[in-house]
């Protein structure tokens, strides 16, 4: 598991750098809920497209892999809209 770590550290620092935007910015939103929910739904596109390029790129891309990627972020996009009401 590592040692695949290592071989995409690219983009997997790509991801946890988006992952860290979104949170500051979350919260920095935080009394205005339609800029939380409009980065909630970013956040969604961000890690849907990141999957679906990042299996690409390595050419393991499936239709398991495509919408397991759209389901999990759909899912989390849902969650988090779901905290801002």
């Known amino acids: 598991m590592f ?3 290592k071989r995409h550290l690219v983009s997997y620092s790509i991801l946890f750098f988006g ?3 979104f949170l500051v910015l979350f919260f920095m939103f935080w009394p ?10 970013a956040l ?3 890690y849907f497209s990141w999957g679906v390029i990042s299996h690409v790129k390595t050419r393991h891309i499936s239709p398991h892999v495509f919408f397991e990627y759209l389901g999990v972020a759909a899912l989390a996009t849902f969650l988090l809209l ?3 009401f």
């Open 3 to 5: 040692t695949e770590f």
């Open 44 to 46: 969604g596109m961000f």
């Open 19 to 21: 992952f860290a935007v």
């Open 32 to 41: 205005d809920h339609t800029k939380q929910r409009m980065m909630s739904i």
């Open 82 to 84: 779901m905290v801002t």
